[in-house]
């Protein structure tokens, strides 16, 4: 891979592509799950330059943390050490599993409760401290400066390194950032999954200059929000949940498949969605490329504070994605990207 990134305004480098975890142990396809080889595709993915490894607490309550724990771990050696002090580790809180059978959870964003989260993740990972700690949903019933306070505290015992938000408002970044620095957010952003590109107002936070209780409202998108405030932004599903590879078809999902009840994996659904398929398809035909390099190389282009997290349980789709980084796109290959239609269907 080439073009390293900063992860926000750490400092810290890593590879312009990461690697998602989380259908390692549930969502996508479970029937096929095989921890051995997804050990191996985490470490391959180190070796190969994706030091951004990314898991929660919710995937697989808990499962997909002791995986990433014991491929991490320090029988993970390679000739430049153990794979975990080459990595930034990320994971989450603030969703919790109710009934791993049918996946339901909820949000809680306690301050007691996200330091237990932190404590049992900690344990599972198998590490003293977290690099990098989302609060995966804001908690609504918990203002969300009392839940980032409580993971800020944490930074300061050593426990967390740098905190992130999964899914949240730009008014909710900005509220958190007066307390603590966000140093990435992550949400759902692909060529068929644009909402972190649009605008949406919030409470700027008041300047001096203004006086005291100045807090004008302004109007500015998620991942500008992130450019303006020296954070990183972080696409999850950023092949559209398998989606945007061309390879997919309705009807073939098992039943505890994520996609098997999502409106946008209908019969119908890939009927009308398929001019988002076929024109990435042909731009990738162009480049001898796969239609997920192509939208990878969609994403990596749109900013330099983007850092994909596409997953994978497949060491020759590991290899393919993280190739991505080397794939230029033509400006007139962009815009063709950019004026895609909507995507037929809701995300959840």
Known sequence: MTGARELGSTGRTVGPLGLG????????????????????????????????IDTALVYGDGHNERLVGEALGTTGRTGDGPLLDRVVLATKGGLVVDDLATKSMHRDGRPASLTAQVDASLTRLGVDHIDLYYLHRVDPAVPVEESWAALADLVATGKIRWLGLSEATVDQAETAHRIHPVTAVQSELSLWTRGPLWAAPYRRTPSPARGPGSTPVATCSMLAWTRDHGASFIPFAPLGRGYLTGTLAPGEFEETDFRAANSRFTTEAFRRNRAITDAVAEIAEKHDATPAQVSLAWLLGLSDNIIPIPGTRSGRHLRENLAASDLVLSGEERQVLDELPTAFGTRY
Do not use: K
């Open 21 to 52: 975890c989380m259908g390692m142990s549930w969502g996508y396809a479970e029937s096929a799950r095989d921890d051995r080889q997804s050990v191996r595709v985490i470490r391959d993915a180190v070796e190969a330059g994706a030091e951004l």
